[in-house]
């Protein structure tokens, strides 16, 4: 067990958002807790039917590195880690990462978001570069995730590969600019509007290969209505961003400047 004197100085947050992880946080806590590098987690737990939420504070109970946050019921994948993001800017957490509780975001690779974070605003674990992939994945799973992949890049002009994988790790400065409040999805699109937000902003984006292994226990949590609603998410975002450009471009013409600044 590390002493909480171990912990201060700890510049790196792990968000983890759960939902039903009963039988796999407490291994993930452990195994991130061996790594060499520090990092303190917090929990953001939707009441979870299983017990997650006890478990969480059990672990909190005896690590310093551990802390939690309870919501009152299940309100999403997206929002819980807003809720992470802004409780480590109120913390002062220099890196802010967020990872699944399920393994298939592996602890292995967490130090090398550290290392590459120092030339970065964002570093993404990427399935879509060489040497990342999916592991275990059905047909149909691989298909929306390349599906949604490419929606995205090709509707908002994105140039990450992997737009919708969560396993993430931001420098504190862009979560401090993203304007979270108009990403206004519950689910995994608020991946998808990050990448958008950090590219905007002019953020550095950094991608290395991952493996993503598909979760070993507990059910995932993504359907058929998260999946429209990311879609229909990008759909407006593409739309809004469409509707600036020609107001933009006026306004350049205008002034003569003959160029638009906004995006
Ligand atoms: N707090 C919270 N966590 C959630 C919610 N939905 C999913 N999660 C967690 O978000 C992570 C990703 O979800 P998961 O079901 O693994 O999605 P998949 O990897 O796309 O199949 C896991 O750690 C889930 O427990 C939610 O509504 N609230
Ligand atoms: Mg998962």
Known sequence: MKGIEDRVGCRALIVLPTYNEA??????????????????????????????????????GELSAVHVLHRT???????????????ALDRGYDYILSMDCDFSHHPRYLPIFLELIGDADLVVGSRYVAGGGTVNWGLIRKSISAGG??????MLGLRTRDCTGGF?????????????????????????????????????????????????VGQSKMSTAIAFEALS???????AKGRLKPAAATAAARNGTGASRLE
């Not at 291994?27 to 039917?49: C, H, K, Q, W, Y």
């Not at 019921?73 to 409780?87: D, H, P, S």
């Not at 998410?233 to 739309?239: N, Q, S």
């Open 23 to 60: 039988d796999n946080l407490e291994p993930l806590v452990r195994e991130i807790m061996a790594l060499t590098v520090a990092f303190d987690i917090l929990v953001v737990d939707d009441n979870s039917p299983d017990g997650t939420g006890e478990i969480a504070d059990r672990l909190a």
């Open 73 to 87: 019921g299940k309100q999403g994948y997206g929002t819980a880690c807003i809720a992470g993001f802004l409780w």
């Open 149 to 154: 992949n490419l929606f995205a890049r090709t």
């Open 168 to 216: 993430r790790c931001y420098r504190r400065d862009m979560i401090e600019h993203v304007p979270w409040n108009d990403i206004d999805v519950r689910g995994y699109g608020f991946l998808v509007g990050a990448v958008y937000h950090v590219q905007r902003l002019g953020g550095r984006i950094l991608e290395f290969p991952i493996v993503f292994e598909d979760r070993r």
């Open 233 to 239: 998410f990008i759909t407006r975002l593409a739309l």
